[in-house]
């Protein structure tokens, strides 16, 4: 079943001759379920791709649809409620709030959408990303790699319709690179959860079903 549908996605920055084309039409289809890696050097347009999908900017022309909805035809509220509850949105520098725990930080998008979040599904995400004995720490008691599973946490709490994963190995080593990868991968399989997850390490994206790369702006290869 298509979960995610991208249609002739176009970004453009500036004009003339600053006039920089960061997407080129570019269409792709994910089902539900599946764990795709987007790979390409810096400035390829992967990560203006990714935001265009979780409704963190606007194209220039084009579409995405996400579970059957256009959501750029959604009010601004409207587009903010949407990522808050059907996009889980995972960043190379974690992005935790300093004054929360770990276990506040996973619940944020919960309490912010003033939803309950059950104690089961808290303990067994803990459990999961290996977290349980420190759901009490604050993120500056946290090594890089408990931080970025505290985030995949967050990520995962509001059971997203998809995961949009944003160069999440890219500020760790290659260890916690590897377990941040298997957790992923164990998402993906235990929940079920359906995983973007940009990358310019190819390494790292041999873990998803499939792999697209993008260079200027167009896939070059699906």
Do not use: C
Request: aromatic share 4%.
């Amino acid at each position: 079943m298509e979960i995610l549908k991208v249609e002739n996605l176009t970004k453009i920055y500036g004009k003339g001759d600053a006039k920089v084309v960061a997407l080129d039409n570019v269409s792709f289809s994910v089902n539900k379920g599946e764990f795709v890696a987007i790979v390409g050097a810096s400035g390829s347009g992967k990560s203006t791709l990714l935001h265009l999908i979780g409704g963190v900017d606007k194209p220039t022309s084009g579409k995405v649809y996400i579970d059957g909805e256009d959501i750029y035809s959604y009010s601004d509220d409207k587009l903010a409620i949407f990522r808050r509850r059907q996009v889980g949105l995972i960043y190379q520098f974690y992005n935790l709030i300093p004054i929360l725990n770990v276990e506040e930080n996973i619940t944020l998008p919960m309490d912010l959408d003033n939803r309950k979040v059950s104690k089961e599904h808290l303990d067994n995400i803990l459990a999961l990303l290996g977290l349980s004995k420190r759901r009490g720490h604050l993120p500056n008691e946290l090594s890089g790699g408990e931080q970025q599973r505290t985030s995949i946490g967050r990520a995962l709490i509001t059971s997203p319709t998809i995961i949009l994963a944003d160069e999440p190995t890219g500020n760790l080593d290659t260890k916690n690179s590897e377990e941040i990868v298997e957790l992923l991968k164990r998402s993906n399989k235990d929940y079920k959860q359906t995983i973007v997850m940009i990358t310019h390490n190819l390494e790292i994206a041999k873990n998803a079903d499939r792999i697209i790369k993008i260079q200027d702006g167009k896939i070059v290869e699906d």
